[in-house]
């Protein structure tokens, strides 16, 4: 009886103190809205950092698309002023931070990954040829992570004849993760786990994949395979960064890609939505009188429904926008649709940024129409496929804070001219497309790479990192 009282009691001063809060909250937004109180200076926009607007900030934007045809869109007025509103982003302090970042004594060495290729993988526990066990749903049945298994068949040629029935006899376990499953910590109590995931590959196709502190937490000596690749989730030698199949252009344009390199109407061309600071960089330096086409527009948070500069809003209403970034979203929209995605592939060079991930589709799309890739912002994202494909024979890489005009284009335009190296870069890159696009009688081109590095892995064969 006392023990039901003391519960009594609790559950009293609990449900006083939620109705004393929300009395408090309802009258806070009241006087919020009459304008007797003012939200502190620190939150919404100067709570992520946002610079204090001058006195004299339009509300409108004087930014005309058409400019951009005939001049660097970085010289058109009012581009920079839609740059500051919507991404809060200046090239030049973006440029001095990366300077200042190299200033002083170097960083502290960031610990060595307690796994590596040599303490991960256990040779000695299967025999040659390479075999791989598939986990499938008998395996999991009664468990909780049968939720997270995706039914892949690999029943196909390049890959059914490297499976096995038999655990005993495989040197791989194959487990294909399902998009938002939500209890890999369960992983441990898979049938062949054997204490710690030894010669495990977890498949991740998702846009989200493993977090750094869950590959840590739960996976044990497990590889991942994974788009989403960077380098605090990546293990040299043991995980494998993905790639993604085109979303379009899966039948490539036959005349366009076979066109050599030299003959293409444009030099350098982008054009994608903003999801990563490297592409608002890249938009900054398009410029229609040296061919070099940079095409973004924000993405849905930053612009989604804001064709309408009476009502602006993003994907929620109640997150409301300035008329001025309303305007911007209309005048960069009219920018951003009047390129046609088909006709940029018509390109020698590429230029390949992060998006939501480090995998894009762009990078098989711009490969199958005979573009050369130039990766721009990579430093901390590992390349697909790495362990087959000799990126440096086929690529070009530019840092983040790289000099466009000064250093990037004056290599390309010198690269263009040397006819022999480029045609072997084209050559190789088609060669390299196999591993990015399916098999005629369906097969995945992802799973067959990923099966052919555990192939070379367990095989004793070179690897290129």
């Not at 007797?36 to 620190?42: E, L, M, V």
């Not at 190296?421 to 098999?439: E, K, S």
Request: contains cysteine; proline residues 6%; glycine residues 6%.
């Amino acid at each position: 009886m006392e023990s039901r009282a003391r519960e009594s009691r609790r559950r009293g001063h609990c449900v006083r103190a939620v109705a004393a809060a929300a009395t408090l909250l309802v009258a806070g937004v009241a006087l919020w809205r009459s304008g007797q109180i003012r939200w502190p200076a620190h939150a919404h926009g100067a709570a992520r950092g946002r610079r204090a607007r001058p006195a004299d900030w339009p509300s409108r934007s004087t930014f005309d698309a058409t400019c951009a045809r005939s001049a660097p869109i970085r010289t058109c007025p009012g581009y920079n002023v839609c740059l500051a509103e919507i991404f809060d982003f200046d090239e030049d302090e973006m440029l001095r931070a990366r300077r200042d970042s190299r200033l002083g004594p170097p960083p502290l060495e960031r610990a060595r990954p307690w796994c590596t290729q040599w303490s991960c993988i256990d040779r000695t526990s299967c025999e040659l040829p390479f075999k791989m066990y598939q986990y499938k749903p008998d395996d999991l049945r009664g468990m909780q992570l049968a939720d997270c298994l995706q039914p892949t068949n690999l029943s196909r040629p390049g890959i059914v004849e490297h499976l096995t029935e038999d655990p005993s006899r495989a040197c791989a376990f194959w487990f294909e993760v399902r998009e938002r499953c939500r209890v890999l910590r369960h992983v441990s109590r898979l049938k062949h786990w054997r204490g710690n995931g030894l010669n495990h590959v977890f498949v991740v196709h998702t846009d989200e994949g493993i977090s750094a502190v869950e590959r840590v937490k739960y996976f044990g000596r497990a590889a991942i395979a994974q788009g989403h690749a960077t380098a605090e989730r990546f293990v040299r030698g043991l995980d494998i960064a993905l790639g993604l199949r085109p979303k379009k252009f899966t039948t490539p344009d036959a005349q366009l890609a076979a066109s050599p390199p030299w003959a293409r109407r444009y030099l350098l061309t982008f054009k994608g939505a903003v999801t990563h600071r490297a592409r608002v960089r890249a938009g900054m330096h398009h410029d229609a009188r040296r061919r070099v086409l940079l095409v973004t527009y924000p993405n849905p948070h930053q612009c989604l429904a804001s064709t309408s500069v009476d009502h602006p809003h993003a994907q929620r209403r109640s997150h409301a926008f300035s008329p001025l970034h309303a305007d911007c979203c209309v005048k960069l929209r009219a920018h951003y649709t009047s390129y046609n995605y088909g006709s940029l592939m018509n390109t020698t060079f590429a230029l390949i940024t992060p998006g939501r991930q480090p995998a894009s589709y762009r990078l098989a799309e711009t490969m199958a129409s005979g573009c050369i890739p130039v990766f721009f912002g990579f430093e901390d994202a590992m390349l697909p496929h790495a362990q087959l494909i000799d990126w440096r024979a086929l690529s070009l890489s530019a840092p983040v804070d790289v000099d466009f005009e000064g250093k990037l284009l004056p290599r390309l335009e010198a690269l263009v001219a040397d006819r022999e190296r480029i045609l072997r870069m084209q050559r190789a890159l088609r060669r390299a497309l196999g591993y990015f696009l399916d098999r005629p009688d369906g097969t995945p081109a992802g799973d067959v790479a990923i099966v052919e590095t555990l192939r070379k892995r367990f095989s004793f064969e070179l690897r290129r990192n």
